[in-house]
């Protein structure tokens, strides 16, 4: 458990640094963004994946990849009002970050199994 949670904070750290180009900081920022997608993909996601299935069933599965982006936009929101900081991040830089979080995340996991 505890392993994984690294490893999302790695992913996190590498999309803040490489992606976003944020330095400083950024290891609080991390762990507190992996605890509040934790809490967002625990609680929420579940939720918009039902409502949002029979758009998702049109779209042959790829609106999941919007609404994953979208929520970890949300922890990004969410991330910036509890540190009460301001990020200059656009909504495309938010979903390469998701889609590079996603891949760093996945090797990772298959590399400490």
Known sequence: MLTRFLIHVVALL??????????????WA?????L???LINTIIRPVV?????????LTLGLFVLVLNALLFALSFAVLQGLLSV???VGF?????GYLVYVVISTVLTHLFR
């Open 14 to 27: 590498f999309v803040f640094a490489f992606i976003w180009h944020i330095h400083g900081g950024i290891l």
């Open 30 to 34: 991390a762990v507190v963004m992996a």
């Open 36 to 38: 509040v997608l934790a």
């Open 49 to 57: 994946l039902i409502l949002a299935l029979p758009v998702t069933i």
């Open 86 to 88: 301001h990020f200059d």
């Open 92 to 96: 495309w830089q938010i979903v390469i």
